[in-house]
């Protein structure tokens, strides 16, 4: 679900743009925390699991998706995006 409309929310708010980078953040993400990251473990934290982490994720691309409907002055541009939603699907990576 994450992976489906962070890309949807990504095309909408920028002219159907390839989301292809989204499917990495969260394919990344989810290796992550099955351990298959060779700079990490297998991650098993209670509360800050994958599922904590892609919601986290999907919240804020919710909120850029509001900002930009709501006509915010400072236009979100996709680099921007992009920047915002790589790092909050690390959020919890173990080192």
């Known amino acids: ?5 962070g890309a949807a929310i990504c095309a909408r708010l920028f002219l ?5 980078f989204v499917r990495r953040a969260v394919d990344s ?3 992550c925390f099955a351990g298959q990251h ?7 934290l209670r509360y800050h699991d994958l599922e904590h982490t892609m919601a986290g994720t ?10 930009a409907r709501a006509g915010a ?4 541009s996709r680099s921007w995006f992009e920047l915002g939603y790589w790092p909050c699907c690390y959020t919890t990576r173990a080192t």
């Open 58 to 67: 999907l919240c804020l691309a919710r909120l850029l998706e509001g900002r």
């Open 16 to 20: 159907g743009a390839a989301a292809d």
């Open 29 to 31: 993400v989810a290796g």
């Open 1 to 5: 679900m994450v992976q489906r409309e």
């Open 38 to 44: 060779p700079d990490s473990q297998v991650i098993d």
């Open 73 to 76: 002055e400072s236009a979100v």
